[in-house]
């Protein structure tokens, strides 16, 4: 059972760019999420989907756009990256609503040059 | 707006040693309360969770975490801490809703 896959890696990108992180859970759970984790900042919510269909804004969504076809993927996507959205990019789901815990996937490093 | 708060940015503790992570939140009303661990290069796993009824939890790896409703607090403890315990520690809380607001986080570093 894979749970959470996330890919890449990790992927250096040049500022201006367009990049998608991709994000498939095996779990079949209705809600997933993307976070974004910057040192001393912990864990911030770029944008969440309840569950296929819909999406929605998170604490932190400029500069990304996220797209909901099925159950299992919810990409994340940098229209055109800037330096400031280096970090590492959590996605993670959960069965329903937050009471239900959350599970991540391994991450992936992004810096923009 | 709700927020969580983790006074300890790093902590260093013996091994053997015992451990207490501290968490507040700002929140109205009592939330759902969560505290998660991260290890090096890793995502981040669930601790231990609280809802509602007995105010001491029990989680997994030997982690316990107690809330109290006066102090708006939901402190994480661990009576005797192994290396494999060090990692980063994630408090983290949600009204009624889908999303979680986490705090900044606590790094544990464990010495022999």
């Known amino acids: 059972i894979a749970g959470i896959t996330q890919a890449p890696t990790s992927q250096i990108l040049a500022a201006g760019r367009r990049m998608t992180l991709r994000c498939t859970q095996d779990m079949r759970h209705n809600a997933m999420y993307w976070y974004r984790q910057d040192l001393g900042l912990g864990l911030r919510l770029i944008h969440y989907?309840?569950?296929?269909?819909?999406?929605g804004k998170g604490e932190v969504p400029d500069g990304y756009s996220v797209s909901r076809a099925n159950t299992d993927d919810f990409p994340l996507t940098l229209a055109s990256a800037v330096p400031s959205q280096t970090s590492v990019y959590f996605c993670a789901s959960s069965p329903g609503p937050s009471k239900n815990e959350q599970f991540f996937g391994p991450g992936t490093r992004l810096t923009v040059l | 707006a709700q927020s969580v708060t983790q006074p300890d940015i790093h902590i260093t503790v013996s091994e053997g040693a015992s451990l207490e992570l501290r968490c507040n939140y700002s929140?109205?009303?009592?939330?759902?309360l969560f505290w998660y661990v991260q290890s090096p290069g890793q995502g981040l796993q669930l601790l231990l969770k609280y809802f509602s009824g007995d105010t001491l939890v029990q989680g997994i790896k030997g982690f316990e975490a107690e809330f109290k409703r006066s102090q708006s607090s939901f402190n994480l403890r661990k009576p005797s801490v192994h290396w494999s315990d060090a990692a980063e520690y994630f408090c983290a809380v949600t009204p009624n809703d889908y999303k979680l607001s986490f705090g900044a986080g606590t790094t544990v570093t464990v010495r022999a």
């Open positions: 929140y109205g009303a009592t939330p759902y």
């Open positions: 989907s309840n569950t296929a269909g819909t999406t």
